[in-house]
């Protein structure tokens, strides 16, 4: 019996290019062969590393900047991280590590009592009306909103 592999079509890269919708494996297959491509010129690869490396880092700062901010600050900071993580190895443990401890504090809160995800909701929401305070105390109420909306006790009138 014949144990060795037949020999793979030229372009063909992996099984995994099998896996998805018809127009998903195209691209897929696509998107490999462009890689193919782009890895077999050197420069043009640091180029493409270096690129991909700003990118990310530029949506990391992004994402830390909007951190205490009302939003998606932790979410913007991954984003760059898996970004970085498409090309870098060291990206790639700490987009597992994260991704890691996301899922264990994830099952760790459906895991408590009801009271311990409602603190935690509380406790953000918290959070996003005193940053949004804090926000219009030192850029001042927009004027569109009337005067007699503002309480006086938030100091903002």
Not at 130 to 155: K, N, S
Request: net charge positive.
């Amino acid at each position: 019996m014949n144990d060795r592999r037949p020999e793979r079509p030229e372009g063909w890269l992996s099984r995994s290019h099998k896996q998805g919708r018809p127009w998903f494996r195209r691209t897929r297959l696509g998107y490999l062969r462009w890689r193919t491509r782009l890895d077999e010129r050197p420069h043009t690869a640091r180029v493409y590393r270096a690129t991909i490396g700003a990118l990310g880092a530029l949506i990391i700062v992004v994402g830390l900047i909007l951190v205490p901010l009302p939003g998606p600050g932790w979410l913007i900071v991954l984003t760059g991280v898996a970004i970085i993580a498409s090309e870098f190895a060291f990206a790639r443990r700490l987009l597992r590590f994260a991704q890691a401890r996301l899922r264990a504090w994830t099952r760790w809160v459906a895991a408590s009592h009801w009271t311990v995800g409602a603190s935690l909701g509380l406790a953000t929401c918290a959070c996003v009306v005193g940053a949004v305070w804090l926000v219009l105390l030192l850029i001042g109420l927009p004027d569109w909103v009337p005067a007699a909306w503002v309480p006086e006790w938030t100091g903002l009138g």
